[in-house]
T-cell receptor
Framework: GESVGLHLPTLSVQEGDNSIINCAYS??????FIWYKQESGKGPQFIID?????DKRQGQRVTVLLNKTVKHLSLQIAATQPGDSAVYFC???????????FGQGTRLTINP | DVKVTQSSRYLVKRTGEKVFLECVQD?????MFWYRQDPGLGLRLIYF???????EKGDIPEGYSVSREKKERFSLILESASTNQTSMYLC??????????????FGPGTRLTVL
């Protein structure tokens, strides 16, 4: 299961640079993964998803990579913009379950 | 687009009051969820429902109850609000059984303060 931490991991990048946000998941039976973006004062918004039979999936400026061997998920954001500043969560769906398990989140800050 | 609405964005209540948080979705999704979100603790599942009148406890159900009388509406009830229930409350829905639709869609959240 996920660990509970006192501090939210943070990542600062320069505007225009690429950013990579990482997530470790714990259950090898997880078969579906999602990345969410949460801006200040708003609910989480779906960004991109990936099923366990894939290693990579691309969207608009975002790419999700899945490494099932080490149970690791990453979100790559290309050419970051000020509007990308937010908290990013990964979530895993354990096969057969009807709910998601969420990671702690990473706060991404874009510096001008 | 999926729309999940919550009855209030901000709510201030007094200790001991009964509090109702309402969530409505317009996509005919079977599963609905209530989470609370606190700094450093992430999203914690309070209750969820996979059908009308069906409910299951999440990770932190104590002090809360829920009601799902209609498919589109899922209510979270604080029978006697306490200060440690001050939090951001998020409702979400999930659609089952179709390819690439096992995604939870969230409402905008209700920031509840209990004085």
């Amino acid at each position: 299961g996920e660990s509970v931490g006192l501090h939210l991991p943070t990542l600062s990048v320069q505007e225009g640079d690429n950013s990579i946000i990482n997530c470790a998941y714990s259950n090898s039976a997880s078969d579906y993964f999602i990345w969410y973006k949460q801006e200040s004062g708003k609910g989480p918004q779906f960004i991109i998803d990936i099923r366990s039979n894939m290693d990579k999936r691309q969207g608009q400026r975002v790419t999700v990579l899945l490494n099932k061997t080490v149970k690791h998920l990453s979100l790559q954001i290309a050419a970051t913009q000020p509007g990308d500043s937010a908290v990013y969560f990964c979530a895993e769906n354990i096969m057969g379950a009807q709910k998601l398990v969420f990671g702690q989140g990473t706060r991404l800050t874009i510096n001008p | 687009d999926v729309k999940v609405t919550q009855s209030s964005r901000y709510l201030v209540k007094r200790t001991g009051e009964k509090v109702f948080l309402e969530c409505v979705q317009d996509m005919d999704h079977e599963n609905m969820f209530w989470y609370r979100q606190d700094p450093g603790l992430g999203l914690r599942l309070i209750y969820f429902s996979y059908d009308v009148k069906m409910k299951e406890k999440g990770d932190i159900p104590e002090g809360y109850s829920v009601s799902r009388e209609k498919k589109e509406r899922f209510s979270l009830i604080l029978e006697s609000a306490s200060t440690n229930q001050t939090s951001m409350y998020l409702c979400a829905t999930l659609s089952r059984g179709r390819r690439h639709t096992d995604t939870q869609y969230f409402g905008p959240g209700t920031r509840l303060t209990v004085l």
